[in-house]
């Protein structure tokens, strides 16, 4: 079923109508502020030539598959490979190839596997990481497009993808209000670690206490619990900065006597299936939709190979995933 | 520093010397039985064609790079992403790069990664998965050198790497044994899982009750050191599966107010970070030695890349990591 004459691209568009790419680009995407008759104009060249302006409906006609370089710090794979998944999803199966390289925090690592992928030809690049924050651009004047997911370019021109970690602290923060708690407590990662910092400052002033900063793992959840304890806060909720945090909170809520929801609700971040479903009760969590993001960074990739990049900061939100550490009105309960 | 002179390869050697490419293998390796004489002479032959058989140390001279392509059905990324840095770091940063695909258990899906990586003329390509058992052949005739990693081949011409599993097994409890545990228990995962079978015999039959088989998760392990307790087996050891097995285990043996290590000394196995630390007391496990397993992977991958196959199984060892779950006159104890 492959076709083997050549598809109009955008520029055949523009040459026809005698305008610029990015003016067909914004006529075809009814983005920006045209003239009507610039618009129509644009419309019908790209009518006589065929041409489709959607990258996963062209490739599904011209049989043609897309090779992407997915480069990633995460070592761990925890945050990289559901954002690969969802980046393979963005087209069917075998329609779309992303090689994952790890980098590993080492910027040498990154170029010479920047090398390996453009020596091999790849027709774009997804790069990614641990951590939800801004970084250096991969290199300058790349012959193939680049799209920052989960992290981001601290060059504005940039396509990057990212969390909206804060209006998921939000989330997590308005519902436990919603459900009656009103002296929230927050344990979080280091306070030099941005996502920390940016859900933090989201959860707002109106905590019962300034923000339990440490480290992201179970043992400083079950710590900072104790210091919540021992200093006799006053407290109904916990919003923890991870689930490894809130699971380590709730373990030591457990044994100290206080019931998870009843007396305390909690809720995590990550919505990390191992974590949330061995807590005792399962975690509510944060979902930054991971796999999201990654459907979202392949499809920008592959308007930018066709033609339509799209820079900027694409920002998608969170959701909020209930279980019954946020549970209201648990009869009984499993008081330790 | 790069030569540009063609290097000798084995080929060549064995040109020189008269004799089949297997036999100057044989002779420059040390391996297999051979005339004094015939091995002198293929060493004569390597000496003045400057040939060097170790492919780090030919890769590190000649200032070539490898590419290889990591085709793994582990969607969870918790076992193929150590072996991959195993596999880089079998040469030195940027002297080799793993390209790594998933191909989520889906035989059309891994054809479609096969096809992308031979297209973009990959070195060699290395075959995982998250279960340690034996599998298809990836394809015949392939132009390139392949190596199962973690996963086997069928095929015993090909060439796999795997971790001694029932060995690890074996360690367990002869530990448990030599710290004076009499009446071992094993809590593991389905039955119809290699790993869980192969671990179980090894386990023997000296075991206190015939093994539990349930499913690789922390609620299992709760669900299985309930049914010791309900039905009163006498026991003072738990042998594990998994770490999430063991981790469940531990938390009801102590919140039914067994001491651990105390009264139950317990082990897992996989040694996951994530889980053998935040357990609590920390939990001993068996390591599979997966960023070893990779290792070796590649340094197969490179020597059948330079023309000295090694077909079949290598099985590598486990080690067996201490922690407090299993210690000896451990004093004072946590009871819940």
Redesign the interface.
């Known amino acids: 079923m492959r076709k083997t004459d050549r598809l109009a691209t955008i520029r055949d568009v523009a040459a026809l109508a005698g305008v610029s790419v990015g003016t067909a680009s914004k006529a075809l995407n009814d983005r920006g502020s045209l003239r009507a008759e610039t618009r129509r104009r644009v419309q019908e060249a790209a009518e006589r030539l065929g041409f489709q302006a959607n990258a996963a409906a062209r490739t599904l006609n011209t049989g043609r598959?897309y090779?992407v370089?997915m480069i990633t710090t995460d070592?761990?794979?925890?945050f990289?490979?559901p954002l690969?998944?969802g980046a393979?999803d963005a087209l069917g199966?075998?329609q779309m190839?992303?090689?994952?390289?790890?980098a590993?925090d080492?910027p040498?690592?990154e170029q010479?596997?920047l090398r390996?992928?453009l020596t091999?030809?790849?027709d774009g690049i997804i790069v990614t990481g641990r951590r939800a924050q801004a970084r250096a651009p991969l290199a300058v004047d790349l012959p193939v497009p680049v799209v920052y997911a989960f992290v981001s370019s601290t060059d504005p021109a940039d396509c990057s993808v990212v969390p909206d970690e804060a209006g998921g602290a939000v989330k997590a923060v308005e519902h436990l209000r919603a459900t009656g708690r009103r002296r929230i407590a927050h344990v979080t990662g280091p306070d030099h670690h941005t996502s920390a910092r940016v859900r933090a400052e989201a959860a707002g002033p109106g905590l019962v206490r300034p923000p339990l900063f440490g480290e992201w793992?179970?043992?400083w959840g079950r710590q900072a619990a104790g210091m919540l304890l021992a200093e006799k806060t006053d407290f109904d909720a916990v919003f923890a900065g991870s689930d490894?945090i809130a699971?380590?909170v709730v373990?030591t809520l457990r044994?100290a006597g206080r019931r998870v929801p009843e007396d305390v609700a909690v809720i995590g971040f990550d919505n990390w299936d191992?974590m949330v479903?061995?807590s005792?009760p399962p975690l509510s969590s944060v979902d930054m939709d991971l796999d999201g993001l990654g459907r979202t960074a392949a499809n920008l990739l592959l308007a930018a190979i066709n033609g339509e990049p799209a820079p900027g900061r694409h920002v998608r939100p969170c959701r909020l995933v209930l279980r019954e550490s946020t549970a209201v009105g648990v009869g009984g309960g499993d008081r330790?």
């Open positions: 598959t090779t370089g070592s761990i794979g925890r990289s490979i690969m998944l393979e199966a075998g190839s992303v090689l994952l390289c790890d590993r080492d040498i690592r010479y596997y390996a992928l091999r030809r790849v793992s179970e043992a490894q699971r380590g373990d044994a191992v479903s061995a005792q330790v």
